[in-house]
């Protein structure tokens, strides 16, 4: 499932066929660190086991469940949720052990304001400007998908708005923000990077992003 690279210096405490389980937590202002198990499965699926005092009957929570166990309940888990590494208390959102959960269609189907899809860039094959979709729709997500297949795309094909190959294209600097919740600037990380969901995906396209989620959104 992970690499030896991808759990260097993580807290592992049991490596099987289909999951591995780690050291968690969740710290709260009021009721200070609470200790579990978190348990991720090739599924997709997260299990925690609390252990915030011996003898902690919750063996089997989900990670918001968990993260309102621990006494936060602001609904942001990825962010609250973290593992040891390197001794270091280091949240969800930042490692690679949500790859899993993020990649499953069961998850894809329930889109939430913590998991978003990135501005991207599309270069015109007249005048090699890139010109900037937004993806916080469906109907936005269509707009990128369809100008993505057009091998002749260009600036006056942008559905959303009158451009031509005249108007200026987005400084470097500004290009460089693609809209992600974790970093302004980020290069791609589990909160903004979907691996097809039913927002991005669409059922009267056969491209091969569009299949392979249909195919496993009915497995």
């Given at each position: ?14 490596r099987g066929d289909d999951f591995v389980e780690v050291v968690c937590g ?17 599924s997709g699926e997260l299990k925690i086991a609390c252990e915030c005092y ?19 309940e602001n609904n942001r888990w990825k962010h609250n949720i973290w593992v ?136």
């Amino acid at each position: 499932m992970f690499s030896e690279e991808e759990l260097r210096d993580m807290s592992v405490l049991q490596r099987g066929d289909d999951f591995v389980e780690v050291v968690c937590g969740c710290t709260s202002r009021r009721h200070g660190d609470a200790g579990a198990r978190l348990r991720i499965f090739k599924s997709g699926e997260l299990k925690i086991a609390c252990e915030c005092y011996h003898g902690c009957p919750e063996d089997n929570l989900s990670p918001f469940a968990f993260e309102k166990h621990a006494g936060k309940e602001n609904n942001r888990w990825k962010h609250n949720i973290w593992v040891f590494i390197d001794g270091y208390k280091v949240p969800l959102i930042k490692t690679t052990l949500l790859k899993f959960y993020n990649m499953s269609p069961k998850n894809a189907k329930r889109p939430h304001k913590l998991v978003l899809h990135r501005d991207e860039f599309i270069k015109c094959t007249k005048c090699s400007k890139r010109r900037r979709f937004y993806r916080r729709s469906k109907n936005e997500c269509r707009s990128y998908h369809d100008a993505l297949a057009n091998a002749n795309f260009q600036c006056s094909d942008i559905p959303f708005d009158k451009f031509s190959c005249d108007d200026a294209e987005e400084r470097a600097s500004r290009r460089a923000c693609k809209g992600c919740l974790r970093s302004p600037t980020c290069g791609g990380c589990t909160s903004c990077v979907c691996f097809g969901c039913e927002v991005c995906c669409f059922s009267d396209c056969d491209c091969q992003t569009c299949i392979d989620f249909r195919e496993n959104t009915n497995a």
